[in-house]
């Protein structure tokens, strides 16, 4: 089955740098990657998502890249703001209609104001 | 649209006892999942559920642990009995079927579990 790596596991940044979380999967047959995003207390949010046809999606200051051939992709936040803290998920998802995505083990943002 | 609904949201019980967490999905969405999240094992699919059909259960840990979808508008997670390594937050969440791609997941709020 399909599995997904996500680095780094934490992540503290001052308020206004960048943050980037990277993650790897194993099934190049995966075409579907979304990112959640995990407030205390709440259930995970999409954020953001890609398909393999497209290697860029940004928006406003959040932005994911793709690499098909490397099978790795990344989440990029430009420009951070306190309300960024959270924990963000990767996951990626088998083609051919099926739904089981497989999440990654999360990243831990911590925004320094 | 209310979103996934949850209930319990806090579920505190003695081993032993059984429990069962309830979901109801957004009206419209073909697909249910149930989801346990802990801080050692991260974000585990249990099972779930196409046009309330199970289709994989792969993830369901044990006997103890059952799931069930008698309509489109409701699902329930069973455990029984239960034991203290099964305290979690649960979590249901549902999509749309979108012509073969997956789509995305919306999230109910959790079920935090403690047995104790």
């Known amino acids: 089955g399909e599995n997904v790596e996500q680095h780094p596991s934490t992540l503290s940044v001052q308020e206004g740098d960048s943050a980037v979380i990277k993650c790897t999967y194993s099934?190049?047959?995966?075409?579907?990657f979304p990112w959640y995003k995990q407030e205390l207390g709440k259930g995970p949010q999409l954020i953001i998502d890609?398909?393999?046809?497209?290697g860029e999606k940004k928006d406003q200051r959040i932005a994911v890249t793709l690499n098909k051939t490397a099978k790795h992709f990344s989440l990029h936040i430009t420009e951070t703001q306190p309300e960024d803290s959270a924990v963000y998920f990767c996951a990626a998802s088998l083609s051919g209609g099926y739904q089981k995505v497989t999440f990654g083990t999360g990243t831990k943002l911590q925004v320094i104001p | 649209d209310a979103g996934v609904i949850q209930s319990p949201r806090h579920e505190v019980t003695e081993m032993g006892q059984e429990v069962t967490l309830r979901c109801k999905p957004i009206s419209g969405h073909d697909y249910l999942f149930w989801y346990r999240q802990t801080m050692m094992r991260g974000l585990e699919l249990l099972i779930y559920?196409?046009?309330?059909?199970?289709?994989?259960d792969s993830g369901m840990p044990e006997d103890r642990f059952s799931a069930k979808m008698p309509n489109a508008s409701f699902s329930t997670l069973k455990i029984q009995p239960s034991e203290p390594r099964d305290s979690a937050v649960y979590f249901c969440?549902?999509?749309?079927?979108?012509?073969?791609?997956?789509?995305?997941?919306?999230f109910g709020p959790g079920t935090r579990l403690t047995v104790l």
């Open positions: 099934d190049s047959a995966s075409n579907y």
């Open positions: 559920f196409n046009n309330n059909v199970p289709i994989d």
């Open positions: 969440a549902s999509s749309l079927d979108t012509a073969g791609y997956a789509d995305t997941q919306y």
């Open positions: 890609i398909r393999s046809n497209v």
